[in-house]
């Protein structure tokens, strides 16, 4: 038979039919010149019914070719269509089950077996999962058809927190008979979301208090102290100091977000760090002197650089140093120590002081954000509580650690390892 190719030109099929079907056609011809009109007719007729035959065969397979699932069994289609699922489940990394109309786990996926442990085949979703709210998803979902969610949490091993979601697998008919369980960790979110309003918390508490005390102020000052110039002048003076720590306070807040948006940049000057530590020294010797403490530097004689932005390592340094000065007042003396990098470790500047210490169990938490060891000492020292969390931020940025060493009556060190 002819047919054309993409381009046009005219190609033969070498089918064997079409090959038989000539030959008759020339042995007719033949027969017809030898005037044997029978043997003519019977060859030709033998011809045209090969040559009918081979259009209806190919007709055929190219029915036969298009879906060939439709002429499987129902029941062989649906199993299948379970294999490519599991397939496609087990590659995903978030718990999953499949499950069937009977509440039966036709599959688990491997995160699911690492979160929840290994299940027999078939085995009924009650020998996984018992929570009343779980199952009460899943049979709504059998029942209707429709996606359900709930939130999960469990306890052990260690507090998680999920978001089950029940949704059918879309199937031809429109009835689902197969249904997908998942189980998305939302355990570190809610830890932010839960850090996150603790901290809006504080810093509104933290702002609360010098402004309840100006109002109260403001109150006196209009009312029963109206005509007391000496009350009125100690009252501005408590009320000049509380709107200086909401400054303090603000300053802060606003420096701690900065760097939370540029935590992931890492800085790319030079920094020496002997000039600047000398001038953290300059910076607070007044504080010192007002302390009645001695600032004592140990430092080498040549440079030591270190990849960093010069104002933000001021302020880790002004920040430690201010905090020995201030909460180890009664040691009298500061130490400060910078050590050169050698080969195996990074250039390190250590902070000693001589007070009373830290005692072990705040030391995890010192840089968390308005954590401090006694507020009031804290508050009377003017801090905000926020000093340490932007030590922290910035030495993450700078790949650097801080390292807190204390013993109760003997002083703290704290070690910025770079
Ligand atoms: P603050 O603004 O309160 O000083 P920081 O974040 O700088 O906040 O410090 C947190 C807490 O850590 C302080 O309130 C204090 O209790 C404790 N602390 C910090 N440095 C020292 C130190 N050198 N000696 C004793 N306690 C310290």
């Known amino acids: 038979m002819a047919l054309t190719d993409d381009d046009g030109k005219i190609r033969w099929r070498q089918s064997p039919y079409t090959l038989l079907a000539g030959l008759l056609i020339l042995v007719a011809a033949f027969a017809a010149a030898m005037h044997s009109v029978a043997v003519a007719l019977v060859l030709s007729v033998g011809a045209v019914a090969i040559l009918a035959y081979q259009p ?17 069994p129902a029941a062989e289609t649906a199993r299948d269509n379970i294999g490519v699922t599991s397939a496609a489940l087990s590659a995903i990394d978030m718990p999953l089950y499949l499950i069937d109309a009977r509440e039966n786990i036709v599959f688990q996926n ?13 085995a009924h979703i009650t020998t996984r999962l018992r929570s009343p709210a779980i199952l009460d998803c899943v049979r709504e979902t059998i029942a ?116 939370e948006l540029k935590a992931h940049i890492a800085p790319s000057d ?18 010192a002197a007002s302390l009645d403490i001695e600032i004592a530097m140990d430092l080498p004689q040549d440079p ?13 340094f002004e920040n430690l140093v201010q905090n020995a000065c201030k909460y180890g007042q009664e040691g009298k003396r500061v130490e400060v120590t910078l ?9 390190e500047v250590s902070i000693r002081d001589f007070g009373p210490g830290i005692a072990e ?22 801090g905000t509580g926020l000093g340490l969390a932007i030590v922290k931020h910035i030495l993450t940025r700078h ?3 801080l390292i807190v060493k204390s013993e109760m009556g003997k002083g703290s060190v704290f070690t910025v390892r770079f």
């Not at 960093?308 to 001021?314: A, K, P, Q, V």
């Not at 990098?341 to 990074?346: D, E, L, M």
């Not at 705040?362 to 401090?372: A, D, Q």
């Open 361 to 382: 169990e705040h030391i995890p938490r010192l840089t968390e954000r308005f954590y401090r060891v006694n507020v009031e000492a804290s508050r009377s020292k003017k």
């Open 270 to 287: 030079r920094v020496d760090l002997l000039p600047l530590l000398g001038h953290v020294r300059d910076a607070l010797q007044p504080l």
């Open 144 to 259: 209707k058809g429709n996606v359900n969610t709930v939130e999960y949490s469990e306890r052990h091993p260690s507090t998680r927190v999920y978001l089950v979601r029940v949704a059918p697998m879309p199937s031809e008919n429109g009835k689902a008979t197969h249904f997908i369980l998942s189980f998305r960790d939302i355990s570190e979110s809610r830890v932010v979301e839960r850090m996150r309003s603790d901290f809006v918390a504080n810093a509104s508490h933290e702002l609360r208090t010098p402004l309840a005390s100006l109002q109260g102020f403001i109150e006196t000052l209009q009312g029963p102290a109206k005509n007391d110039p000496k009350a009125g002048e100690r009252f501005l003076g408590i009320m000049l100091e509380q709107v200086q720590r909401m400054n303090r306070l603000v300053d802060d807040l606003l420096s701690l977000s900065r760097l």
């Open 339 to 347: 050590t050169p990098a050698t080969k195996g470790q990074g250039a």
């Open 110 to 122: 491997g995160a699911a077996a690492e979160a929840f442990g290994e299940i027999e085949a078939n």
């Open 56 to 72: 209806a065969r190919n007709a055929r397979s190219e029915t036969v070719a298009a879906p060939v699932i439709e002429a499987l």
């Open 304 to 316: 030591v650089f270190v990849a960093g932005d010069r104002d933000e390592l001021i302020q880790v």
């Open 399 to 401: 790949r650097a650690r």
